[in-house]
């Protein structure tokens, strides 16, 4: 059974930084992609950033690349989302979730089939 688990989230004030990170256990390939999506209350999910631990190529929400950053750490099978100078607008639950192939594009939800149980980031201004 794949099991994700989200660490890190919080209350942290406008232009604060907060690290997530991941946990992944009972998945037995080498290779996978791993990502996250974020849903703020009234909105839908939207993907955040993901990484092929293949390669290590990374994908990034264009609104969000230069302030939020994936890595991973494969010999911890954990991944991590930097996240630099929030702001409110950034307050949402912020989901882990992990792929085998992507048969489309990253940032579709759909294209995820394992998911962590989210860990919730709230920017206050």
């Known amino acids: 059974q794949v099991l994700l688990v989200e660490s890190g989230g919080g209350s942290v004030q406008a232009g604060g930084t907060l690290s997530l990170s991941c946990a992944v256990s009972g998945y037995t390939y080498i290779t996978y992609y791993l990502g996250w999506f974020r849903q703020a209350p009234g909105k839908e999910r939207e993907g955040v950033a993901a990484i092929y631990n293949g390669t290590g190529h990374t994908y990034y929400d264009d609104s969000l690349k230069g302030r939020f950053t994936i890595s991973q750490d494969n010999g911890k099978n954990t991944q991590v989302l930097q996240m630099n100078g929030l702001t409110p607008e950034d307050t949402a639950m912020y989901y882990c979730?992990?792929?085998?192939?992507?048969?489309?594009?990253?940032?579709?939800?759909?294209?995820?089939?394992?998911w962590g149980q989210g860990t919730q980031v709230t920017v206050s201004s």
């Open positions: 979730t992990l792929a085998p192939w992507l048969d489309g594009p990253w940032d579709v939800s759909r294209n995820w089939p394992y």
